[in-house]
């Protein structure tokens, strides 16, 4: 589908990644009396294609198709259930209708020569997807710094999840639960990892646009200072990430718009979830299929001889986590984001499962909750954007912003253990969620995607990256597992909201008291031109000898 990869590059690397500004009293004051900083200033490849106007638009059409709708919403849905459909409702015994107007709540499957309740099983596949992204993300996560193979690890991933989808078309009847279940771990996994595989490639992007280039000249002749640089290349990675998000929001409500047309007329037709799910993915198709065409080759530097792809990623893992003393921003970032994401995508799962329920499952209501929640989320995203760029506010700050409602979500749904007025149990409150979700929680995928990109040493991009999606998409790992367990135990979806909210909220605290980015930006700077061979051979040594900072006055 892409144009064969042209052969590779070598990397110039501009110098002085660490500006300190200087003073002429030696004081360590400028002329204003304000103290000295230093500036982190990352090296840019010279030969590396400027970002056109067809390349930039065609990933952001990827990320257009790429929204969700299918794999992360309908899949779920649609395995949900059918197992409902074939599970039994405990206090009646098997052969009872979980459906029943006189049915208990509860629902279980046959597991394991035993039984299950569905929502456990749901979120065991989960717990299992995530397991599965864990594998992906530390054996081949790194070896997408190496050569052309990123792009084309990306465009497999695509291609399998595209599969899964259209083979959804199968799955008519209750008695094949076990298949949804499969399709729908295969689609959620290769989806998952095609948005961690596709937002490595935005750093080099923001750093290769015209207007970064301009930029870093302007820089490099002296018409602006580094300070002012270090800003303006923030605000250009946080345009990428925001129009990126944009456009994830307003194919998320194009997506659900075309499904209408299915929904409304053939809202009888046993097999409408099933075309539904076919035109979800075909507009995927249709939009996705650019990015593989247009993409400009930027490869990374050969693969080390004597290393392979399956065995690097896991070297290269190793050895980044054993930076964390050099890198420490970087990995506390990372570890408190671990426990966020893994709060908010079990939280996310939950509180679906309920709205499921409380929906019987429909396809058509669900597109309505998602249409409040894609609007909400791109009017959002657009709105954050403006007033982060207005008033130069630090990607920090407005990712603080999003925490508070990551808390909030969980802590609503704990509500609902002790009364049934509050706390996810009524209608109005699955409206409310869609919508404060959109408005607060797209935004947060932007911003804490380029706080991983200020965090992360350029050149390492998929290295590092590898651990944010490992941080968050395969994070759910445990969140969900924990919470089957706990629904087991008590029969009751709302006794996993406390553990949740205890989760969001430890992890937000730290990355508002814990994380330095600015500091964490300079140090991974730093380290990378420590270790600048690496963007020339691929090999990792310890580290080169580099000119030791000027010292401050």
């Not at 802590?411 to 002790?418: A, D, E, K, R, V």
């Not at 991974?524 to 031109?529: I, K, L, P």
Request: net charge neutral; glycine share 8%.
């Amino acid at each position: 589908m892409s144009r064969q990869p042209l052969p590779e590059i070598p990397h110039e690397v501009s110098p002085n990644p660490l500006i300190s500004v200087d003073t002429s009293d030696g004081s360590g004051k400028d002329d204003s009396g304000i103290e000295t900083t230093e500036v982190a200033i990352a090296p840019v490849s010279r030969t590396e294609p400027i970002v056109t106007r067809k390349e930039l638009w065609s990933y952001y059409l990827y990320y257009n198709g790429d929204n969700g709708v299918g794999p992360n919403g309908y899949s779920m849905t649609l395995f949900q259930s059918l197992a409902t459909a074939a599970g039994y409702d405990p206090v009646k015994g098997p052969g009872s209708d979980c459906s029943a107007p006189d049915a208990s709540g509860q629902c279980v499957l046959p597991w394991s020569g035993g039984t299950k309740a569905v929502s456990s099983v749901v979120l065991v596949a989960n717990g299992v997807s995530f397991a599965v992204m864990t594998l992906i993300f530390t054996t081949i996560g790194s070896a997408a710094d190496y050569g052309s193979f990123g792009r084309w690890l990306l465009l497999i991933l695509t291609v399998i999840c595209w599969g899964a989808q259209f083979a959804s078309m199968s799955l008519t009847s209750p008695d094949r639960w076990g298949v949804a279940m499969a399709l729908y771990m295969i689609g959620f996994v290769t989806y998952g990892a095609t948005l961690v595989f596709y937002a490595a490639v935005f750093p080099r992007l923001a750093r290769n646009t015209p207007h970064a280039r301009t930029l870093r000249e302007k820089y490099e002749q002296g018409e602006i200072s580094a300070e002012e640089y270090e800003v303006e290349e923030s605000l250009e990675k946080n345009r990428i990430s925001n129009i990126s998000t944009m456009h994830s929001n307003i194919g998320y409500i194009v997506t659900l718009a075309l499904n209408l047309s299915l929904l409304l007329p053939r809202n009888k037709d046993p097999k409408v979830n099933n075309y539904v799910l076919v035109l979800t993915n075909g507009y995927w198709v249709l939009l996705g299929i650019w990015w593989f065409i247009f993409q400009q080759p930027r490869p990374g530097p050969t693969l080390p001889k004597g290393e392979h792809y399956l065995t690097i990623g896991w070297k290269q893992i190793w050895i980044a986590l054993k930076q964390y003393k050099k890198l420490p921003y970087t990995f506390i970032y990372l570890v408190a984001f671990f426990l966020l994401a893994d709060g908010l995508n079990t939280t996310g799962t939950l509180v679906s499962i309920c709205q499921n329920d409380k929906f019987n499952f429909s396809f058509l209501q669900n597109t309505y909750l998602g249409l409040s929640q894609a609007i909400t989320s791109t009017i959002s995203t657009l709105g954050f954007w403006y007033i982060q760029k207005y008033w130069k506010i630090s990607t920090k700050k407005m990712f603080v912003v999003t925490n508070v409602v990551t808390i909030l979500i969980p802590l609503w749904g704990m509500i609902g253990i002790w009364t049934t007025k509050f706390g996810f149990h009524n209608v109005w409150e699955f409206w409310a969620y869609n919508v404060m979700f959109g408005l607060f929680q797209a935004p947060y995928y932007a911003f804490s995607q380029t706080m991983m990109a200020e965090l992360t040493p350029p050149g390492f991009d998929n290295m590092f990256f590898g651990l944010f999606g490992l941080s968050n998409r395969a994070s759910s790992m445990i969140g969900p597992n924990v919470i089957q367990a706990i629904i087991d135990r008590t029969g009751d979806n709302w006794k996993g909201f406390p553990f949740l909210f205890a989760l969001c909220t430890a992890a937000s605290i730290v990355i508002w008291f814990g994380v330095d980015v600015t500091t964490g930006r300079r140090d991974a700077v730093a380290w990378a031109e420590k270790h600048r061979s690496y963007a020339e051979t691929g090999v990792y040594t310890e580290e080169d000898a580099v000119p030791e900072k000027p010292k401050k006055a």
